[in-house]
Each structure stands twice: as structure tokens, then as C-alpha cells.
């Protein structure tokens, strides 16, 4: 058994216990308080301009040229960027709305 221990510490890799190997931290941060409410505030003024799951993922997640970038990515990085995702999306869901 010492022979294969031996080995095991010559291949430069440190030795994990076999309990801990499927528990590993992960390597992302978690996203700050301020960045859950900006996206969750996105979120909501997308589902109430879009009113459908498809369209709100799709806009969320896609590259949008007016705002040059993912509008998700864009909400949660700051205040003003969350304000034009609004902006954008009050728009596209005064276009939606049924004209009377």
C-alpha cells in the first residue's frame, strides 16, 4: 500500500480525500443584493410587456442592438443600464398593445 501512495504523491497532483471530491466550491460569485433586484426588476417589466415565457427569454438572453448587448447582462450591472432595459422594453410593449 505504501508503494501506491508513493506513486500517487509522485504525480504532482495533491492527493483529495475521496469524500470531499465531489464538493467543491464553485469557482463563480454569487450575485450581490443589488443585482438580484435589478434583475428581478427586469424580469418583471419584461413579462408585463411581453406576456409570454418565449418572447421574455428570447429578448432577455439575445444580443440587442439598441442596447449593445444582452439586456439581461446589461439590467444587472447598473442602475442606468436596468433604467434603458425598461425604456427598450416600454416600448416594444406599447408596439404589442392592441390599438383600439
Avoid: C, Y
Avoid at 411581453?50 to 442592438?65: A, K, Q
Avoid at 442606468?80 to 390599438?99: H, K, M, N, S, T
Amino acid at each position: 500500500m505504501s508503494d501506491s501512495k508513493a506513486a500517487e504523491n509522485q504525480t504532482g497532483r495533491p492527493t483529495v480525500p475521496r469524500t470531499k471530491q465531489f464538493r467543491r466550491k464553485p469557482s463563480s460569485t454569487l450575485p450581490t443584493p443589488e443585482q438580484l433586484r435589478r434583475q428581478d426588476a427586469a424580469l418583471r417589466s419584461a413579462w408585463q410587456n411581453l406576456r409570454e415565457s418565449g418572447p421574455v427569454i428570447t429578448f432577455l438572453n439575445s444580443h440587442n442592438e439598441r442596447l449593445g448587448g444582452q439586456p439581461l447582462h446589461i439590467a444587472i450591472g447598473s442602475d442606468a443600464g436596468l433604467l434603458r432595459v425598461e425604456v427598450l422594453l416600454d416600448e416594444i410593449g406599447q408596439g404589442l398593445a392592441p390599438r383600439l
